[in-house]
């Protein structure tokens, strides 16, 4: 069963590149969100939060743009991956991610959606204000 794309924007107080980074670097990732991460800026698999996040890098744009095949680990076999499109812009005072995430199964979409907000963008907030205070 098909459900509706999650939409979601997040500002932040850091430029668009540096939330790119946040995003694909793995030791960076891994201290912002908390869960072990293994990204790369390349094609090819990633996993995240300890395993519990896995897929492949489908296309990157540095900087700008991450299109991701996306499942998590609970989900049956039968579950098809879902499309995650991760953009980064600028914005005054620093950037913006807005997020597509595509083809996430009806029974973990309110789960998805609140992880992104939870796990993601109030994460990145606090790991940034924290390096921000250095």
């Known amino acids: ?9 997040a500002r932040f107080k850091a430029p668009p590149e ?28 990633f996993t995240a939060f300890d395993g519990q996040l896995s897929g492949h890098n489908l296309l990157i ?10 499942r998590a680990v609970h989900w049956p076999a039968s579950d098809p ?7 980064f812009s600028k914005k005054p005072g620093g950037g913006q991610v807005d997020l597509v995430h595509a083809n996430v199964p009806s029974h973990d979409h309110k789960g998805v959606t609140e992880g992104w907000r939870q796990y993601y963008w109030g994460s990145w907030k606090r790991y940034l204000e924290r390096k921000s205070r250095g």
């Open 81 to 87: 991956d879902s499309i995650l499109i991760l953009t």
């Open 18 to 45: 540096e939330l790119f980074e946040l995003y694909m670097d793995s030791k960076k990732h891994s201290e912002a969100t908390g869960g072990r991460a293994k990204m790369s800026p390349k094609a090819g698999p």
């Open 1 to 9: 069963m098909t459900t509706k794309p999650i939409v979601q924007t």
């Open 61 to 70: 744009i540095p900087g700008r743009m991450i299109v991701q095949a996306w």
